[in-house]
T-cell receptor, first 115, second 110 residues
Framework: EAGVTQFPSHSVIEKGQTVTLRCDPI?????LYWYRRVMGKEIKFLLH????????ESGMPNNRFLAERTGGTYSTLKVQPAELEDSGVYFC?????????????FGSGTQLSVL | RKEVEQDPGPFNVPEGATVAFNCTYS??????FFWYRQDCRKEPKLLMS???SGNEDGRFTAQLNRASQYISLLIRDSKLSDSATYLC???????????FGSGTRLLVRP
């Protein structure tokens, strides 16, 4: 069974450009999460989808970040325009039921570098 | 104060050693507790959930003290392959959001 896949694995862009990250969750998982780790900090929650609906986007840093999950399948996270402080590793995770204590399966992440 | 505090290490131990990691969390409403393992440049992977009664999985033992808001992980008979960063993770109160510690790095030497 395929795990959570993320694309691209690395992205290097200049400040002011736009970048779109993609996540394909495990098939059948209704819950999809985005987390990120910026340099020197701990991994932090960004948002949570249940199917195509945003359940919680309280962790999104600002309105330069836009996440979508069309049709409740894959998700995209767009950063426009990118700033230097957006550099970090963006992880996607999925789970089946979304309950407290449920195991999350993480993708291998997208390393974003904004120059 | 961080929501989940861990000693960053690194802990440098010989093969076969026993090593213990601790973590404290600030939200007394947290209900779920985990240890994740993260290898260099890889994604976090669930090592084990942590229960109030304590639980063991092979060489790994996890303990939870809700009164002190303290979680521990004990690794016995360390292997070279145990070298990684160990992340203490709790849920955000009654929600599904996970709060991660910064991680404790373990290096097991031959």
């Amino acid at each position: 069974e395929a795990g959570v896949t993320q694309f691209p694995s690395h992205s290097v862009i200049e400040k002011g450009q736009t970048v779109t990250l993609r996540c394909d969750p495990i098939s059948g998982h209704d819950n999809l999460y985005w987390y990120r780790r910026v340099m020197g900090k701990e991994i932090k929650f960004l948002l949570h989808f249940v199917k195509e609906s945003k359940q919680d986007e309280s962790g999104m840093p600002n309105n330069r970040f836009l996440a979508e999950r069309t049709g409740g399948t894959y998700s995209t996270l767009k950063v426009q325009p990118a700033e230097l402080e957006d550099s970090g590793v963006y992880f996607c995770a999925s789970s089946q039921d979304g309950g407290v204590g449920e195991k999350l399966f993480f993708g291998s992440g997208t390393q974003l570098s904004v120059l | 104060r961080k929501e989940v505090e861990q000693d960053p290490g690194p802990f440098n131990v010989p093969e076969g050693a026993t090593v213990a990691f601790n973590c404290t969390y600030s939200n007394s409403a947290s209900q779920s507790f985990f240890w994740y393992r993260q290898d260099c440049r890889k994604e976090p992977k669930l090592l084990m959930s942590v229960y109030s009664s304590g639980n063991e999985d092979g060489r790994f033992t996890a303990q939870l003290n809700r009164a002190s808001q303290y979680i521990s992980l004990l690794i016995r008979d360390s292997k070279l392959s145990d070298s990684a960063t160990y992340l203490c993770v709790v849920n955000d109160g009654s929600s599904y959001k996970l709060i991660f510690g910064s991680g404790t790095r373990l290096l097991v030497r031959p």
